[in-house]
């Protein structure tokens, strides 16, 4: 017989560490055009996986600001300011400007695509609860207080598996539409 497991409400501060980005000084030419890819808010959205920004700063732009160095294959971008709630999964270690509050996770607890999937309702919560008056921005603490339900992480991989060959399918299938126009 087959064991079934409920799936545990937990917090997404709980399972992933939210980190927001930070952007050297643009007057000083030291802090830029080095090898470190630096994504803004613009650059995600349109595909599930990022591996190469349009600028990129230098070692020392990443030591003298708030920018940090944000681990591949562990990381969703999360776009929290402009166009709130765009998603990518990091190929290739990075940083962001402050338009960005990323989930890093713990893979012993969360599996990447799974999270992945799960955009949608961080989206939502993350429309519903922005403020600001000169333009809106998810902090966060309030990221941190996503309510979200998990099954094992067998179960997660199981899952994140069939989403992203779903997605997989569906990105073919666009370009296919794309092509014959």
Request: with cysteine.
């Amino acid at each position: 017989m087959r064991e079934i497991y409920a799936w545990e409400k937990c917090k997404l501060g709980d399972v992933a560490e939210i980190i927001g980005g930070g952007t050297p000084d643009t007057n000083n030419a030291d802090y830029w055009n080095g090898d470190i890819d630096w994504y803004s808010p613009t650059e995600i959205g349109e595909e599930i996986y990022v591996s190469g920004s349009r600028k990129k700063i230098s070692q020392l732009g990443l030591e003298k600001s708030s920018a940090k160095l944000l681990p591949k294959n562990k990381t969703i971008l999360f776009t929290s300011r402009a166009s709130i709630g765009e998603m990518a999964i990091l190929l290739k270690s990075a940083t962001t400007n402050q338009g960005f509050q990323s989930f890093v996770i713990d893979e012993k607890k969360l599996d990447i695509y799974f999270l992945y999937s799960l955009g949608f309702k961080i989206k939502a919560f993350a429309l519903k609860n922005a403020t600001g008056s000169t333009f809106l921005e998810i902090s966060k603490k309030q990221l941190e207080k996503i309510e979200i339900y998990l099954p094992t992480l067998p179960e997660q991989e199981k899952i994140g598996t069939f989403f992203r060959q779903l997605d997989t399918l569906i990105t073919l299938h666009k370009r296919e539409v794309l092509e014959k126009r």
